[in-house]
């Protein structure tokens, strides 16, 4: 057996489980998946996808023989000495991370010195070390440990599996599973940052808490932009040149969503005040968060005297484009504040419609994006699909009652929508 075709175990096929799973049977490994909901299991093996990622079913299907899907653990620890752990870590009511999932999984393991649980799920700092002290009291103290977060962002997971910024490896151990794991991880010639569980754990919570505040940052920038007459996307151009900053993360909008940014940030806020330290800025980034999803409607009243009655389209519902994901989307914060101040709201998402309908079963979908234009008083790009950036203006205005336009994602063409009559505005560009 060659380094780069050890065979894993995947434990939970969610997004990252999933994409962990296909990313290294296309490397050449067999994969044993595992998850405890059969329905799930059931529609894999038939080689249904139980979520949109592109790409994602066209590998499934051409890495079939190497995939095996099972609702037991029996086949992977059977099969691979490396078992990924990549489970659910929803917050609690509390706001820490729910570590019910991990702990399910950690009890179930049998015990072995051949095999290594691989965290993937993201825990809290401290999370590996209390597992470790776990499986020493149950008798399992042989069975290796190794912390290796996950990355990945939904709408481009593939991607990201085969092109990582970098690889993290933590392990407090002999090290053998953590050397098994970087084996894994060398075809895809990304930097290692080997490290031991603790600091491993924090680089993610750090990663994700960052990008979280540098979207809060520039969000509270575009909303002193719209104050002072400064247009945000050249201030954005302009600060991103610096190296020390980067461009990337610097695009305001109305708010991140997503499962990972508002959970990690409140993990690690919660994370340090358990350990009796108030991290005030992590603070600021949510609540800043919540406002701005809130944005877009003085920008409604400011143009109307009441909501109650007028006719609003929002234009996507997913929390970005390329994923039917509607976990933490502005768009279900706006559909209910809207909804609350009597607006009658119609909505179009290519893909997240369905998604959305479990969570808002009273909002109004259209089946086209014509559908949520049709009659309304105004328009607001909730999500940047490139189907709604191609839109055309001209037909548009004619087909809308009144003539605003609000682009939540400062992603549409502003002059060719002024061109065609409609009164536009962006965030923070004056
Ligand atoms: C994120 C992290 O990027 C990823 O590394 C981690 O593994 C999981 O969490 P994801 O939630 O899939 O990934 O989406 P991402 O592309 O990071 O976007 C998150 C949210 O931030 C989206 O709602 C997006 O619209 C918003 N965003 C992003 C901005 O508002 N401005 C930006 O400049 C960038």
Redesign the pocket.
Known sequence: MTAAREPIGVIGTG??GLVTAVGFAELGSEVYCVDIDHAKIELLSRGEVPIYEPGLAELIARNGERLHFSTSLDEAVAGARLLFVSVGTPPTYAGDADLSAVLAVVEAMPASAEHALVMKS?VPCGTGRSIVRMLVEAGKGDLAYVSC?????????LA?FTHPDRVVVGDDGDGWAADAVSELYAPLGAPLVRTDVASAEMI?LA??AF??T??SF??EIANVCEETGANVLEV?RGVGLDQRIGP??????????????SK?VSALKLLAANSGYHFQLLSAVTEVNEL?KRRVLSKLTKRFDALAGRRIGLLGLA???N?D?MR???SLVLAARLSAEGAQVRAFDPIATDEARKIMPELDCADSVEGAIAGADAIVLV??WPQFLALDWAAVAVAMSGNVVIDG?NALDGRAVAAAGLDYEGIGIG
Request: glycine share 12%; hydrophobic share 30%; proline share 4%.
């Open positions: 997004y990252v993201t977060p996950e990355f990945l962002k939904e709408g481009s997971a990201d993610k990663s994700n990008l979280a540098k979207i520039i969000n954005a990337k993360f610097l695009s305001a909008g109305i708010g991140y969503g997503g499962s990972c940014f990690d701005q929390f970005k484009p994923t994901d933490g989307a502005s999500t940047e994602r």
